[in-house]
């Protein structure tokens, strides 16, 4: 079966540091260490067999930029860079990160997987090794922002996405299907990965321990790209990140 190795590559393609202190799952802090040695698949993206239990992990990528025709604009400047030959002008591109759009993001994309869950589930039970084992569905959910860090506004603390309450609100509409969620952040070569069963992270809401994200913003708020149709030496990228004075 063909396969598109997303969740090999991302593991090639950078410096994982694994945070398995967000939830209190034993379970689900073994797959965080264990995911990388996972069987690639299509349809979900890759599974792991432990003892009794198969654990399928479904891949996908969000973003703090805004989309436009249902690309992310960063994507859209990193392919005028590889394809400039084919530009009638040099283009600009300003990059405006928001947590509004990360949620909005993770909602079209979980949406969309999910009309496709029980058919992860049918493709994994006919794997011969699979077929006897309890199953178990992972969103594997990677904030592609180039630097996706998120703090609290006016701090330059760093949190752990999975504690905005609106995120965890979406994530927890497919508590039926999903029993865990993995989620990357990080920058252009490291990445942060981390991850909860989804009862975890409904008790945490639950007790209150979760975040309000109108409360939280990107730590680099802003970039302007700019591609060169002739010479890629005069390429530009700037990027903004705001300081508070008491800081």
Not at 51 to 69: D, G, M, P, T, W
């Given at each position: 079966?063909?396969?598109?190795?997303?969740?090999?590559?991302?593991?090639?393609?950078?410096?994982?540091?694994?945070?398995?202190?967000?939830?209190?799952?034993?379970?689900?802090?073994?797959?965080?260490?264990?995911?990388?040695?996972?069987?690639?698949?299509?349809?979900?993206?890759?599974?792991?067999?432990?003892?009794?239990?198969?654990?399928?992990?479904?891949?996908?990528?969000?973003?703090?930029?805004?989309?436009?025709?249902?690309?992310?604009?960063?994507?859209?400047?990193?392919?005028?860079?590889?394809?400039?030959?084919?530009?009638?002008?040099?283009?600009?591109?300003?990059?405006?990160?928001?947590?509004?759009?990360?949620i909005?993001?993770?909602?079209?994309?979980?949406?969309?997987?999910?009309?496709?869950?029980?058919?992860?589930?049918?493709?994994?039970?006919?794997i011969?090794d699979?077929?006897?084992?309890?199953y178990?569905?992972?969103?594997?959910?990677?904030?592609?922002?180039?630097?996706?860090?998120?703090v609290?506004?006016?701090e330059?603390?760093?949190?752990?996405?999975?504690?905005?309450?609106?995120?965890?609100?979406?994530?927890?509409?497919?508590?039926t299907d999903?029993?865990?969620?993995?989620?990357?952040?990080?920058?252009?070569?490291?990445?942060?990965?981390t991850?909860?069963?989804?009862?975890?992270?409904?008790?945490?809401?639950?007790n209150?321990?979760?975040?309000?994200?109108?409360?939280?913003?990107?730590?680099?708020?802003?970039?302007?790209?700019?591609?060169?149709?002739?010479?890629?030496?005069?390429?530009?990228?700037?990027?903004?990140?705001?300081?508070?004075?008491?800081?």
């Amino acid at each position: 079966m063909d396969t598109k190795l997303e969740i090999d590559r991302f593991f090639k393609n950078y410096v994982i540091t694994i945070d398995d202190t967000f939830g209190n799952d034993k379970e689900l802090k073994m797959v965080l260490n264990y995911i990388r040695n996972c069987n690639s698949f299509e349809k979900p993206d890759g599974y792991l067999l432990k003892k009794n239990s198969v654990y399928a992990i479904e891949h996908f990528q969000i973003s703090q930029y805004k989309l436009r025709k249902n690309q992310d604009v960063s994507r859209i400047a990193k392919g005028s860079q590889k394809n400039r030959e084919k530009m009638n002008d040099d283009r600009n591109f300003d990059l405006e990160p928001s947590v509004h759009n990360l949620i909005v993001s993770l909602e079209r994309n979980l949406k969309s997987h999910s009309n496709s869950f029980q058919s992860y589930k049918t493709n994994i039970l006919n794997i011969n090794d699979c077929n006897e084992k309890g199953y178990k569905l992972i969103i594997f959910i990677e904030d592609s922002t180039e630097s996706g860090y998120i703090v609290r506004n006016r701090e330059t603390k760093i949190i752990n996405p999975l504690k905005l309450r609106q995120l965890a609100e979406i994530i927890l509409k497919y508590k039926t299907d999903v029993w865990g969620v993995i989620y990357s952040y990080g920058n252009e070569k490291n990445k942060i990965l981390t991850g909860c069963t989804l009862k975890d992270l409904e008790e945490q809401m639950n007790n209150g321990k979760l975040f309000d994200s109108n409360d939280y913003v990107p730590f680099e708020v802003g970039k302007n790209i700019h591609v060169s149709k002739l010479d890629k030496t005069k390429d530009s990228n700037t990027i903004k990140i705001k300081f508070n004075e008491h800081i």
